[in-house]
């Protein structure tokens, strides 16, 4: 029997992705997966996880990170896709953490293109630091790359966790993250939604013959205010409870690890 593909796939949601270094450090010891794919912050800590950057130092690149990017700082733009904020030190940090690391396993970073209103994949050998900053690229917040003669956003607009991506690559047993809050707030939901009937995106459910698991916090990590201010206190409080709640799925991780 052909071995089944396994893939961790990593969502977005700013400052909330300090709850998926936690995850990662409870999964770690049982779960290698074959693939990664990530969006938005999700890309950037993929990124790390698939060139093998240590679970705990991973986390202490999170405890630290208001060093490396300090706090965003605002600014006024000069054109219509640079952002409210200024993208220099993340752009800075970005290209410091792809000379770092380089995938081991295959990866995928998810961006959208803002003229095709489409997310799009690229793997491994194709993506550059340009790709990563992009997938965080949120529209009027943050600048979006021009990538290939195209502008690129933040890869997590249309669907916040990437699955389609893994399993249109061959994933079959998944464990998804998902940081975003249960319940957010409505004009986020509005504005979503609109997003996607201009895009004509609808999400595709997941094959029957997929597995899937998901691991995510029970209700609202923050606000969204939390989710772009760094607070040493609080990023740690979140890869906390992400270990907590992986560890809790540990037992089903292990079963969809050895499932035939």
Request: proline share 5%; charged share 20%; hydrophobic share 50%.
């Amino acid at each position: 029997m052909q071995r089944a593909t396994t893939a961790l796939v990593l969502g977005g949601g700013g400052l909330f992705g300090a709850y998926e270094a936690g995850v990662w450090k409870a999964l770690v010891g049982v779960f290698q997966p074959d693939m990664i794919v990530g969006a938005s912050i999700g890309a950037l800590n993929g990124w790390a996880i698939a060139g093998g950057c240590p679970a705990d130092e991973w986390i202490e690149e999170w405890l630290s990170l208001e060093a490396a990017v300090g706090q965003m700082r605002l600014r006024i733009p000069i054109g219509l896709f640079e952002g409210l904020f200024d993208s220099g030190p993340l752009q800075a940090y970005v290209q410091q953490l792809t000379r770092r690391f380089l995938p081991r396993i295959r990866f995928g970073a998810a961006v959208l293109s803002v003229r095709r209103l489409k997310t799009e994949v690229f793997w491994n050998e194709a993506i550059t630091w340009r790709h990563l900053c992009a997938s965080c690229g949120v529209p009027i917040f943050l600048k979006q790359y021009e990538i290939g003669g195209r502008r690129w956003a933040d890869g997590g607009l249309l669907s916040a966790v990437p699955l389609q991506p893994a399993i249109a690559a061959g994933a079959t047993r998944i464990v998804a993250v998902n940081v975003l809050p249960t319940r957010a707030p409505a004009a986020l939901r509005a504005a979503r939604g609109l997003l996607c009937a201009v895009a004509g995106y609808r999400p595709e459910p997941v094959p029957d013959e997929v597995e899937m698991l998901r691991i995510e916090p029970g209700d609202a990590l923050g606000n969204w205010r939390n989710a772009y201010i760094w607070d040493r206190q609080i990023i740690r409080s979140w890869i906390e409870r992400g270990r907590c709640d992986a560890e809790r799925a540990l037992r089903a991780v292990e079963k969809l690890v050895v499932t035939n």
